[in-house]
């Protein structure tokens, strides 16, 4: 999907910082909790946009509400 794909940086920092297996176990484990997530980047775009790109945080939100996508994204969290 589109949506992991501009996540790219996300990902490499989150490996850097040695949270990717957490990132992910949350992901996979998640349920509901990903899709109200979710909607909160949804709702705190503006603000979050000062702590990451706006274009980040939107493709975040969107891969948070698809469950293939959420599990595209901690695919990717988890590859070497």
Not at 33 to 56: I, K, N, R, V
Request: aromatic residues 2%.
């Amino acid at each position: 999907m589109s949506s992991t794909t501009s996540l790219s940086p996300l990902v490499e920092q989150l490996k850097a910082l040695g949270l990717n297996g957490l990132a992910a176990s949350l992901l996979e484990t998640g349920g509901p909790l990903t899709f109200l997530s979710a909607q909160a980047l949804h709702a705190l775009t503006p603000l979050a946009g000062l702590l990451a790109a706006d274009e980040m945080v939107s493709a975040l939100a969107v891969a948070l509400e698809d469950p293939q996508a959420a599990r595209q994204l901690a695919q990717q969290l988890t590859d070497p």
